[in-house]
């Protein structure tokens, strides 16, 4: 073995130092080894497989303790799947126990590769160098296919840099995914070229195992120019798949359902900012959907600005991702919204946009003008 590492920063709750740190050492073998530390008689693998306490520290309250554990890259496989269960995976299963920060090693990131666009390829594939960024949803589940080209076409009039499929949306048999993706992708290529506009069409390929590439391959196929997938429904693994394959060579948009399971406090769990920001931009994501705050969910603006920062901040050899917040996004809202988010993000706009009316274009346009004249 090498010896790289990378560390994982796990918050653990308990009464006293020394109990923190007996904490910390069930986390370091059973986040490994998951064996009687006892009964091993190989040196090597208690010195290179085994994680190791970097450091144990108090927080400010007392009432919890940051412990810092490395873990050698080759115990990841290099695999996504594995990678995270290193990360969290038994000991998730105990209580008291938070993953609240991921310092990775530079082959891990050579490995996951991160974005293939990212934050300014993004902007440079619809042309809005500047300006705060929209995209719009199609929706709601039981209109038809023809239904949801129309909505498509209406928001590339009204200048949407995006447009995507609920993630609610997929195969269901009064909306097949073969019969909404030809429409809608025909619908945005050629209202496109109506208007010059540059709108991107993501098709949402969440689907069971290897349907998941031949969905993102069919929708390549007609038309479709970005893909969306719900990670936590379909695996990170997938993410990073759909991500490398340089056939596909489309821009990711990752959707946080199901994720709130693992996120909302409790008593363990993984940061927000980890599970919609950092892990994400790793796999491949090159826009993060997450919930912003204000709206029918309970994040904070704290909350959705450390998931922002995570998308962005500078990282050796990552593209930064594209934050998306929705939920909660209104017209009203939006130069608040852009005060705390800042140009750099993707606003998704849902149920809002058809709070002005049935002229979808219009309404967009309003969208548009808005962040132009705030930008």
Known sequence: MCNERFVVTYQIEAPSYEEAKAVAWGVQVEQTIEFPYDFVTNEDIKRDIVGRLESLEPTGDGKYYLARISYGVECSAFEATQFLNVVFGNSSLQPHIWVVDIDLAPSLIDCFKGPRFG?????????????????????????????????????????????????????????????????????????????????????????????????????????????????????????????????????????????????????????????????????????????SYGGRFTFTAQQCQRISAYCTNPIEGLKATCPSPGGGVTEKRLPELLDIYGPDTMFLVGGDMFRRGPDLAANMKAFVELLAQHS
């Open 119 to 291: 934050l300014n390829g993004i902007r440079e594939l619809v042309k809005t160098p500047k300006r705060a960024m929209i995209q719009a949803v199609i929706k709601p589940m039981g209109i038809s296919p023809a239904q949801l080209a129309d909505m498509c076409k209406a928001y590339v009039q009204g200048g949407a840099d995006v447009i995507k499929d609920d993630h609610g949306i997929t195969n269901q048999p009064f909306c097949t995914f073969e019969e909404r993706i030809k429409r809608c992708a025909a619908a945005v290529a050629e209202t496109n070229a109506q208007t010059g506009q540059l709108t991107l069409y993501a098709a949402n390929v969440s689907a069971d195992g290897e349907a998941v590439l031949e969905r993102a391959h069919y929708a390549k196929a007609m038309g479709a120019t970005a893909l969306m997938v719900a990670p936590a429904l379909v695996g990170y693994g997938w993410l990073h798949r759909l991500a490398t394959d340089d056939e596909l060579g489309l821009p990711i948009i990752t959707h946080p359902a199901m994720m709130g399971g693992f996120v909302l406090p409790g008593i363990s769990g993984i940061a927000d900012y980890l599970w919609m920001g950092l892990l994400p931009r790793l796999f491949g994501s090159d826009m993060s959907i997450f919930v």
